[in-house]
């Protein structure tokens, strides 16, 4: 089970911390990302981190704004939003890769077997 939480209401230029813990069942984890869904739109890309060496690749869209991080011990992944625009409301989702996949399939929502159940992020102008 992926549990994700941290979202909010935040005005335009505000930070805020997104969090995702792997708890049940043991998993098997390669590595975690975040995904993101605004209404009427497609589930996109955000970001997303191996779990053992630690590369992170985002979206364009939020690079050098956001942060995804983790931490083994607790099996939880983070991502740190800054500077947040209108445009950056949505649900949000982590998602885990349980088995290594192309890197080619890293941004897209086939490329991840379990998700969570995504947390909504709200930016007021």
């Known amino acids: 089970q992926l549990q994700a939480s941290g979202g909010g209401l935040i005005q335009a230029g505000g930070s805020l911390r997104l969090s995702c813990a792997a708890s049940?069942?043991?998993?098997?984890?390669?590595?975690m990302g975040w995904f993101r869904q605004a209404p009427g739109k497609e589930r996109e890309f955000v970001a997303a981190?191996?779990?053992?060496?630690?590369?992170?690749y985002y979206a364009g869209s939020v690079k050098g704004r956001f942060t995804i991080s983790k931490d083994n011990a607790k099996k939880t992944v983070y991502l740190q939003m800054s500077s947040l625009k209108p445009e950056d409301t949505a649900v949000y989702y982590c998602a885990l890769q349980s088995a290594r996949k192309a890197l080619s399939m890293w941004r897209w929502t086939s490329g991840y077997d379990y998700w969570g159940q995504g947390t909504q992020v709200t930016v007021s102008s």
């Open positions: 049940g069942r043991t998993f098997s984890t390669y590595a």
């Open positions: 981190i191996n779990w053992s060496a630690g590369y992170t």
